[in-house]
């Protein structure tokens, strides 16, 4: 039991990182190139987001058949956060 819920966090945990270098890498690619199009820029964010947010259910859904919990989410938000923190 105890190992699976570490495998499931090291997942998610993996998946915030990942998240959060394509979010970074695919921001500085799409503010090079449209600088001055604000509503793209929000659009593209809103859709990476909301793809993001779907994949990540998915990703829920086959590792734990759909049950959401608090520990799923804090190893996706420290991945993301601690990527964030060694890319800058």
Known sequence: MLIEQLLTFAIMFSYGALLS???HNFSDKLARYFTKERVVVHLVDFMSVFLSGILGLIIII???????????LFAVGLGFLITRKIIK
């Open 62 to 72: 086959f590792l734990n058949y759909g049950i959401l919990r608090f520990y799923y």
């Open 21 to 23: 270098s394509f979010y």
